[in-house]
């Protein structure tokens, strides 16, 4: 871990961030240790919907969540998370803070757009790609008054 993570914690843009990528976003920063940091932008929905573009063996019966895909960052867009507002019961869920779990199980996925359970994907965001920096990036970003 970083001497000072700053995990879990969010980061906003400030008006000098150039990067498209980053300009005007809020990240949900996972990870933050001297190698390097993860995070996953939040405030980037789409209009597409997850049972649109994700095939699950078998089929999928229904789709009664109507859950939506966001863009997570720029790094890894063919790769997705789960970010849960409730303890999935996967022993892959990784805690990210007090009632905050980061999950990649299609089961739980599954469950989630099948179920329909309000609640359930009230407290659920789908989302393709993440925010990553080298080690020392992150902070030098920072100290350039980007975040």
Partial sequence: MAEHSLAPGLLLAMP?????NFARS??????HESDGAMGLVVNRPT???VASVVQFDPPLTEDRAG???WTGGPVEQQRA????GFDPGEDDALPIAPGLYLSASARVLRHILE???EDRVREARFLVGYAGWAGGQLESELAASAW
């Fill in 16 to 20: 000098q961030m150039t990067d498209p």
């Fill in 26 to 31: 809020v990240v949900l920063l996972c990870r």
């Fill in 47 to 49: 209009d597409t919907l």
């Fill in 67 to 69: 859950l939506r895909v």
């Fill in 81 to 84: 998370w789960l970010l849960l």
């Fill in 115 to 117: 179920g329909g359970d």
